[in-house]
């Protein structure tokens, strides 16, 4: 099963950004669509972004100040968050799945990092 650890959360004002990286081991990293969710106190975790195999397409719930990309000879997935709001505080996860096109989210697959939080102050 892949490990997956992420890394680049902080405190950041509103407005800032902020870049998160996931390392994956233990497995094939490009055989894994990967993605990002985060969890926010007293809420479900929810869907941020997915990145297919090849990074070819991607699939975001945040539109317009979230990128998501890969590097596979560096076995990471990274989450770029500019323009942060203070409703984007939450303990961020990478994950392994799948890319589902119908509804144009990831699934995923059960393989979890152990989170990195971010706040945003207003």
């Known amino acids: 099963q892949v490990q997956l650890v992420e890394s680049g959360g902080g405190l950041v004002q509103a407005g800032g950004s902020l870049r998160l990286s996931c390392a994956a081991s233990?497995?094939?990293?490009?055989?894994?669509?990967m993605g990002w969710f985060r969890q926010a106190p007293g809420k479900e975790r929810e869907f941020v972004a997915g990145?297919?195999?090849?990074?070819?397409t991607r699939y975001y719930s945040v539109k317009g100040r979230f990128t998501i990309s890969r590097d596979n000879a560096k076995n990471t997935v990274y989450l770029q968050m500019n323009s942060l709001k203070p409703e984007d505080t939450a303990v961020y996860y990478c994950?392994?799945?799948?890319?589902?096109?119908?509804?144009?989210?990831?699934?995923?697959?059960?393989?979890w990092g152990q989170g990195t939080q971010v706040t945003v102050s207003s």
């Open positions: 994950a392994t799945g799948v890319m589902d096109l119908s509804s144009t989210r990831l699934s995923p697959l059960g393989s």
């Open positions: 233990g497995g094939t990293f490009s055989n894994y669509a």
């Open positions: 990145i297919s195999r090849s990074g070819g």
